[in-house]
């Protein structure tokens, strides 16, 4: 075709095909010339590829043109969040006068980098003291497959849960993150191994006593769903867990943002909206672990701000948190501690600093832009504002 039209291509791709999709459609654009228009959240690569950006609010365009200049616009709204690690880093620690040349790339915002003062004293990674937390799910020597004459999709995998964490699970597609979830949450029956949840064993806890204890948000939410609008769909969450205050509904939905789509068909949301509102229906359950496979799939940053928040709270309250996620400063930033998924097992995790400051493509832009330093533990944004500083030139 002339013109390639694409609805957020990339979210639900790992970063390594992510980015291999984005450089087969520059290829399309630079070799054949094809026009390409695409939506997308995950802009942390897109706008160092794109010719011409345009922010949408309220089916009004709010901004569009060149990407530095978009983006200098953004920064200057209300929108702040939607500006990506580097030139989000850029506008931080650069007076509004001196703006000039805005980084988008590595490569670009190395070269800025290069006439900074950096305060190398904080670069390294500080040691986060080990609380010792009870451990409330510990598996053992786990194997599953859903064929017996196919291969195994999880295999010899160990792995515990503390209490009170947000612990991020990723890994490329297909590596078994979204079966280990299901098999954690008693959905599919392990074919070999040990899968404990308070020291007793999960395959002896009754039906209806596990999802008190485990809520289980699919990467599918249209799954979850069996009424025609949202709203039935929380009552019937209301009533089935006897949630008798009723203020508890309402202030989740309002923290979700969903207010807007209670009349609505579930069928009739975004990707997002979908998302937030099963959520909203698991939250009201209130169990002791929640399991969220890919939750910030299809948000906008707004929405991935709002989720955070409840997250965190969530944390705050004594919850436990397990996600699958592609989105690598997402789990930088909130997860506890991280684990990598590769056939089937997880082969390495530790806390968000060390995890990906070893890993080359499953790591944040801003690691990947400090990473030449000697001793870089630099992941986040507000990490590398600490060791930046405010400049004037």
């Known amino acids: 075709p002339d013109i390639l039209l694409l609805d957020e291509p990339t979210a639900q791709l790992d970063p390594v095909s992510a980015r291999e999709f984005l450089d087969m459609l520059a290829r399309l654009n630079e070799e054949f010339g094809m026009t390409i228009v695409l939506a997308e959240h995950r802009l942390e690569e897109v706008v160092t590829i794109a010719d011409k950006i345009v922010m949408m609010e309220n089916g009004e365009v709010k901004a569009e043109g060149d ?56 670069l390294a990674v500080q040691p986060v003291s080990k609380k010792e937390n009870t451990t409330l799910i510990e598996v053992k020597n786990l194997f599953y497959h859903y064929h017996k004459e196919k291969d195994f999709i999880l295999k010899e995998l160990d792995f515990s849960l503390k209490k009170g964490e947000i612990y991020a699970l990723l890994g490329g597609n297909g590596s078994g993150k979204s079966t280990f979830l299901k098999v954690l949450a008693g959905i599919l029956k392990p074919t070999q191994g040990k899968i404990k949840l308070h020291d007793k064993p999960l395959k002896n806890w009754k039906a209806n006593e596990l999802p008190k204890q485990i809520g289980y948000l699919p990467q599918n939410p249209k799954l979850f769903f069996i009424h025609d609008t949202v709203e039935k769909e929380i009552l019937e969450s209301v009533n089935k867990w006897s949630v008798f205050n009723q203020d508890e509904a309402k202030e989740i939905i309002e923290q979700l943002g969903i207010t807007h789509v209670l009349s609505s068909h579930p069928y009739d949301l975004s990707g997002g909206e979908l998302q937030k509102a099963a959520l909203a229906c ?68 530790d806390e968000p600093k060390k995890f990906f400051k070893g890993n080359f493509f499953y790591t944040t832009m801003v690691q990947r832009l400090f990473r030449h330093l000697p001793d870089s533990g630099v992941v986040t944004v507000e990490e590398a504002i600490s060791v930046c500083g405010k400049t004037r030139t």
Not at 103 to 111: D, T
Not at 284 to 299: A, F, Q, S, V, W
Request: proline content about 6%; overall charge neutral; aromatic content about 6%.
């Open 282 to 349: 698991l939250l009201l359950r209130k169990p002791e672990i929640l399991i969220l496979d890919e939750p910030t799939k299809g948000l906008d940053p707004v929405s991935k701000e709002k989720l955070s928040n409840i997250l965190l709270e969530l944390q705050e309250k004594g919850m436990t948190i397990l996600m699958s996620t592609h989105d690598v400063e997402f789990a930088a930033v909130y997860a506890s501690r991280c684990g990598m998924m590769f056939q089937g097992n997880i082969t390495s995790e």
């Open 67 to 122: 990407p530095r200049d978009v983006m200098s616009a953004v920064w200057e709204s209300s929108n702040r969040s939607f500006v990506p690690s580097i030139p989000s880093l850029y506008l931080n620690t650069t007076y509004k006068d001196n703006r000039k040349n805005l980084p988008l790339s590595v490569k670009e915002g190395r070269n800025w980098l290069a006439n900074q003062s950096i305060d190398r004293q904080n």
